[in-house]
């Protein structure tokens, strides 16, 4: 399967959704995240130490012949309306990540205005970040979006200094040395779980 994870927003962890649900993804079958973001993030990620799967740029992608089970493809922040409708067109699942605050939010209403007008249908809002002990404004936040009839994954991500650790050494979270490494670890398997549910369920 082809998950693609965009953001009309930079800084609400797209590359860390990327890199973890391709690192869930990895444990399942063969797996090869695209970096297609100019920033490259996932591929500094991946230079700093290592990735349990392999991470090629856009132009790597296109010239290699290997097959894999899936890919995952972190995008360019900020797509316009046509390059979201290719980005959706072109994937299995767009994962839009968001943090809960109202800039992210602003910018996360206008991606599903740009998705609905192109009809798009299989995408799903991860909300990253979130305190880890309850929060009334996340509850608010989702259940705002629930009431919308917005497809919003049921787990959300923590917000755990273990991922800007992993980023920085290049590794997944659930292999750097932080007492909050598995919790992080598990937000994303849960996650991942319920994508592999959602596309049973749609196949
Ligand atoms: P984007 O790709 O949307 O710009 P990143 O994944 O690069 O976002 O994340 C932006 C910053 O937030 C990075 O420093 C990253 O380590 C940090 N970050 C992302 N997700 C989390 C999280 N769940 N908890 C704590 N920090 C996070």
């Not at 927003?9 to 993804?25: E, I, N, P, R, Y």
């Not at 349990?52 to 010239?63: G, H, N, R, Y």
């Not at 072109?90 to 839009?96: F, R």
């Not at 979130?130 to 959300?156: C, G, Y």
Request: proline share 6%; glycine share 4%; aromatic share 6%.
């Amino acid at each position: 399967m082809i998950i693609t994870v965009a953001s009309f927003k930079g800084g609400v962890g797209k590359t860390t959704s990327a890199v973890h649900l391709a690192a869930f993804l990895q444990g399942q079958a063969k797996t090869l995240l695209i970096d297609a973001d100019p920033n490259q993030s996932a591929l500094g990620w991946a230079s700093r130490g290592e990735l349990p799967f392999p991470v090629l740029s856009s132009a790597e992608a296109a010239q290699q012949t290997e097959p894999y089970d899936h890919v995952v493809i972190d995008t360019q922040a900020r797509p316009n309306a046509e390059e979201l409708k290719t980005l959706a067109d072109t994937c299995d699942l767009l994962v839009l990540p968001t943090l809960t605050d109202v800039m992210s939010l602003d910018a996360l209403v206008l991606t599903i205005e740009y998705l609905k007008a192109v009809q798009a249908e299989r995408y799903g809002i991860l909300i990253t970040a979130i305190p880890p002990k309850p929060s009334k404004v996340v509850t608010e936040v989702k259940t705002m979006l629930i009431e919308a009839d917005l497809p919003v994954f049921n787990h959300s991500i923590r917000r755990y200094s273990a991922f800007q650790k992993a980023a920085m050494a290049g590794l997944p979270v659930y292999a750097v040395k932080d007492p909050k490494a598995e919790a992080a670890w598990e937000d994303y398997e849960t996650v991942g779980e319920e994508i592999l549910a959602l596309m049973a369920g749609m196949a």
